[in-house]
């Protein structure tokens, strides 16, 4: 009776903390994440610490909820049972696989839950989207003994993720321990998981032959950057094909060159833009095997999209903590950031279910102003109500019973609280003259070297 009263004051005064909460009950409980653990894992073992103690205590410290990893495992310390080394050694260990498969489970549970909601839309009809970009980690402090008197910054790694666009979902990603290793050298992973039926959206990093070859060879399509060192023989000349909100479009014929053959045919879309880049380009060109009956006008807007992982990276590192500096080893820097990446997608279920109930547009809701009523809140729920209040009410709910009970507590959201207040557009800062720079350097690289010496 307690704890339901209790339930019902957080329930009216704060629902978003108690939406987030009941969306991670649902989709991770202990033995999920156990699982998740047990069938990907291939050398660690889960030994006297279980998995799911370890995601509990690194979300405390990614969600804001705790300043740090060892403030959280202080908070968690009676239930731990072991010494917080024992915690950073199976940190240290997580093999990229078992963040990888994390973040996969959670944008299959989420994503199910919002078409239960009724939130099915494409972002092109007959397509399903898929973002990709990359992301290089940040620097870490200098813990490890290897690195403690490098003038280089030490990068711990970096991630190929792939955002399913019409969800707002990261669907899937491809950790990289090696920070200094070129974004292309995982594209073989990512093509491997190319399905029928998909739309590809990326920079022009990814603009290569084998990539745009093997996307289409898998009945796919892609809406991708020309990069200008992508063989290309062009074919008639260019054609006016309208105008759009950045500047002028124009079509032009192409096939892909591939060992001095006609490879592929595409589609080179090209937009003279009103406003130059911020790399100072004037015009950017898209290349796409995209079908006739999309135009060149929807595949610029396509393209414009991408963008939109951009701004799910911004997410994880400001309204979340997603790149814990004192994280040095790179197994466990990136077992953070998909940590990050999972309550991104649970934020964003959040945000779907608040503009369901609201007839709204989730873009006008600010990720800023959810992290942070979570981050303030959920502590004191995790005092008042214990895991098995969480466990007994949402651990067992189906699909279509948990996209209810989200809606539900979605209608008592204020959404005046949450929207974004945007603002104009930035003036210049002013040129204070060149910075130094320092160097980076890979921290797997930095640790090879070390232990190949020294063991």
Not at 183 to 192: F, K, M, N, T
Not at 296 to 308: D, F, G, M
Request: net charge positive; proline share 5%; with cysteine.
């Amino acid at each position: 009776m307690i704890f339901r009263e209790a339930y019902e004051v957080f329930r009216k005064e704060s629902p978003v903390p108690v939406m987030a909460r009941a969306a991670m009950q649902n989709a991770f409980s202990a033995s999920q994440l156990d699982r998740i653990f047990a069938e990907n894992a291939k050398q660690q073992r889960a030994g006297d610490l279980p998995f799911s103690v370890v995601v509990e205590i690194l979300s405390l410290a990614v969600m804001k909820v705790c300043p740090s990893v060892n403030a959280a495992y202080q908070k968690k310390e009676e239930q731990v049972g072991v010494a917080i080394k024992s915690v950073y050694n199976k940190l240290n260990g997580v093999e990229p696989c078992v963040s990888r498969a994390m973040v996969c489970d959670s944008a299959a549970r989420f994503g199910e839950i919002q078409d239960a909601m009724g939130r099915t839309g494409q972002l092109q009809p007959g397509y399903r989207t898929r973002i990709l970009d990359g992301k290089h980690l940040d620097r870490t402090e200098r813990r490890l003994k290897p690195l403690r008197f490098l003038n280089s910054a030490p990068l711990p790694g970096q991630v190929l993720a792939v955002l399913d666009g019409d969800r707002n979902l990261v669907c899937d990603v491809f950790p990289c321990e090696d920070g200094h290793a070129q974004e292309r050298s995982l594209l073989e992973d990512v093509l491997a998981r190319v399905a029928p039926g998909e739309l590809w959206i990326g920079d022009r990093n990814f603009c290569t032959v084998s990539f745009l070859t093997g996307i289409a060879q898998r009945n796919a399509h892609f809406g991708i950057r020309l990069r200008k060192q992508l063989p290309v023989e062009r074919v008639g000349r260019k054609r006016a094909a309208g105008n759009s909100a950045t500047g002028k479009i124009f079509e032009q014929a192409a096939y892909i060159v591939e060992n001095g053959q006609r490879a592929l045919k595409v589609r080179l879309i090209t937009v003279k833009l009103k406003q130059p880049t911020r790399d100072g380009d004037t015009e950017i060109t898209i290349v796409s095997n995209l079908p006739k009956k999309v135009s060149p006008k929807r595949i610029a807007e396509l393209y414009r999209n991408r963008w939109t992982i951009e701004k799910g990276f911004l997410q994880v590192s400001q309204s979340l903590n997603g790149e814990i500096d004192s994280l040095a080893y790179p197994k466990a820097a990136l077992f953070g950031f998909c940590i990050a990446l999972v309550a991104h997608n649970m934020l964003n279920l959040v945000k779907a279910a608040i503009a369901t109930a609201h007839e709204g547009d989730e873009d006008d809701l600010s990720d800023y102003y959810l992290a942070d009523e979570i981050s303030g809140v959920y502590r004191g729920m995790l005092i008042v109500l214990p895991p098995v209040f969480w466990r007994e009410r949402f651990g067992d709910l189906g699909t279509d019973e948990m996209a209810e009970k989200l809606l539900n507590l979605a209608a008592d959201v204020n959404w005046d609280h949450y929207r974004k207040h945007r603002r104009g557009p930035k003036r210049p800062p002013p040129n204070l003259g060149h910075k130094n720079q320092r160097n980076h350097v890979a921290t797997k690289r930095v640790l090879d070297e070390y232990y190949a010496t020294n063991c």
